[in-house]
């Protein structure tokens, strides 16, 4: 570790890189005189003058400096800065990318108050890149991937520089990862699995193809010994697919999404042979996901994973409700975005508004073979008006010109079922029932145009108006009965955060992986690696 290298010194000698004491006395050589303070602030003035906000900041403060002083809290922040770059990768992020031993050269190098005045502005770089990229990620989400529309919430330049200057150093870095329970765990498998990289991986990858209960020989016992490195097997000297195995097998099938039959099908296997090094990148890109979302997420909030098809509800960090979820077709126009709202109301007995895209370029052909296709959807003029289709020429119009809307009324076969819960947004992406109930017994469940379905929306209904009806379920069975379309406003709104996690760690528990449906992780983590990230030289 660089800081290691830094610290380790006595008497002045140089391990590596130049000691951080030697830099600090170097570069806290007093300016003695009113020219040397205007040659300072001059050559502040001119090297932060390529970022706005970094100019602004210097000019309110007048060029003071914020790291090259002679002061006991100048010396305390260099060194939590290059403690902080120390500390870096175990973030997921490269040290290399704030150049510490540049820093420490430009430091060891500074002669003059304009050597001080340049040393001053990179150091204010260096800690503006590493503050944004432990708070808020390396990457920009939207730049990825244009269905990844989260507003990272990005601190200015100015923010940071005045709340590090008025605070303590250390516990401002410390300060700046997310606080929650999943980004800690991720570290810690982080941590782990490097580890395990460095001693052999999860050993030799088993060769059989399948493998099934009551097998034995040499291809089991090469599952069995994956299986215990892995964790999910005691140590055990058993050479047969017995009960135990069977059992480890179910294991770790429902915690990679898969059918957990306790058979090692190809499937199975292919995830069972699955190396770290393919494991770890989806570990780091969950990190980077977390500082996208490194807010409050609302003491009661709505959770839906699209990689994992689920939702849940959870109450201080504590699971309250979960169900399955079908999401987005793998389909351009039809992914479900992420993002995070709040949802408003629920609407029972729904109206379906059939959108726009749906309605020309799904609908508007068949009506044009059969005026009496789709017969359950009703037509509406722009006044809102039912309008006959006897009275319509569909082959007059096109899906640039086509004037009318399509609605389904509420029934059972409605295609948002009997209620939805809505988060009004710009994606008009939304919560809901559906009457196609067969899809959630899929392993992979993308056949939405973009909404979430839900599996069991009355006991996720009942749980959303817990806070507010005394009995929910009674409340909501007797609007549901009306047969009346019925919004009903919630007292508080419930934070709603739409993410994308192929790799999650739960408190209690195997860490859960997830297939990369949409192509997302793969594409953030090609961009980690450009941005510098890699894996240990170990493979396994």
């Not at 010109?401 to 029934?411: A, E, G, R």
């Not at 929306?457 to 909501?476: C, G, N, T, V, W």
Request: net charge positive.
């Amino acid at each position: 570790m660089i800081i290691s290298a830094f610290l380790n010194v006595t008497n002045g000698v140089r391990r590596g890189i130049l000691p951080v004491a030697t830099a600090l006395m170097i570069i806290a050589a007093p300016p003695s005189a009113l020219a040397s303070v205007t040659a300072f602030k001059q050559a502040v003035a001119e090297g932060a003058a390529r970022d706005d906000a970094l100019a602004a900041h210097y000019r309110t403060s007048g060029y003071d400096a914020i790291w090259t002083g002679q002061d006991e809290a100048s010396r305390a922040r260099r060194l939590a800065l290059l403690q902080a770059i120390d500390a870096a990768p175990a973030h997921g992020l490269p040290a290399s990318r704030y150049d510490a031993a540049g820093l420490m050269t430009m430091m060891r190098d500074a002669r003059t108050p304009r050597d001080i005045g340049a040393v001053e502005v990179e150091m204010s770089h260096v800690f503006l890149r590493l503050a944004h990229d432990m708070q808020t990620g390396m990457l920009t989400p939207s730049q990825i991937d244009s269905n990844i529309v989260r507003d990272v919430p990005k601190q200015s330049a100015e923010e940071l520089l005045g709340a590090f200057a008025a605070s303590n150093p250390g516990g401002f870095f410390r300060a700046l990862a997310p606080k929650s329970g999943e980004y800690a765990r991720l570290m810690g498998e982080k941590t782990r699995l490097e580890g395990m990289l460095a001693t052999g991986g999860w050993g030799p990858a088993v060769p059989a193809t399948t493998l099934a209960p009551g097998q034995s020989g040499a291809d089991v016992v090469a599952l069995r010994n994956r299986l215990m490195r892995m964790g999910y097997l005691e140590r055990t000297a058993s050479a047969s697919y017995d009960i135990p195995m069977q059992q480890a097998v179910q294991q770790f099938q429902a915690s990679h999404g898969l059918v957990a039959d306790g058979t090692a099908g190809a499937s199975t296997i292919d995830a069972i042979n699955t190396p770290i090094s393919e494991r770890l990148p989806m570990i780091l890109v969950a990190m980077e996901r977390e500082r996208w979302l490194n807010i409050p997420r609302g003491k009661r909030h709505v959770l839906v994973n699209l990689a994992d098809f689920s939702a849940r509800i959870i109450d201080d960090d504590r699971l309250t409700f979960e169900t399955r979820a079908v999401i987005g077709k793998n389909t351009a126009g039809q992914e479900s975005p992420e993002f995070s709202d709040e949802m408003e109301y629920l609407e029972i007995n729904p109206v379906w508004n059939v959108p726009r895209s749906i309605t020309v370029k799904e609908y508007l052909p068949q009506m044009q073979r059969n005026r009496g296709a789709v017969s359950h959807l009703k037509l509406y003029n722009s006044r809102g008006q039912q309008v006959s289709r006897a009275n319509v020429n569909f082959n007059a119009y096109n899906a640039r010109n086509f004037p009318y809307d399509l609605k389904q009324p509420p029934s059972t076969r409605n295609a948002l079922g009997l209620v939805k819960f809505m988060f009004p947004n710009k994606y008009n992406i939304y919560l809901h029932d559906t009457p196609t109930k067969s899809l959630f017994q899929r392993n992979v469940r993308a056949f939405s145009h973009g909404c979430i379905r839900l599996q069991d929306p009355f006991d996720f209904a009942y749980e959303i108006l817990s806070r507010q009806e005394a009995d929910p379920k009674r409340f909501f069975d007797r609007i549901l009965n009306s047969g009346r379309q019925t919004q009903v406003r919630l007292d508080q709104k419930i934070p709603v955060h739409i993410i994308y996690r192929t790799a999650s760690v739960p408190a209690k528990g195997p860490v859960q992986y997830r297939g990369d449906i949409y192509g997302r992780d793969g594409r953030i983590w090609d961009a980690l690696q450009k941005a510098g990230v890699s894996l240990p030289d170990v493979q396994g």
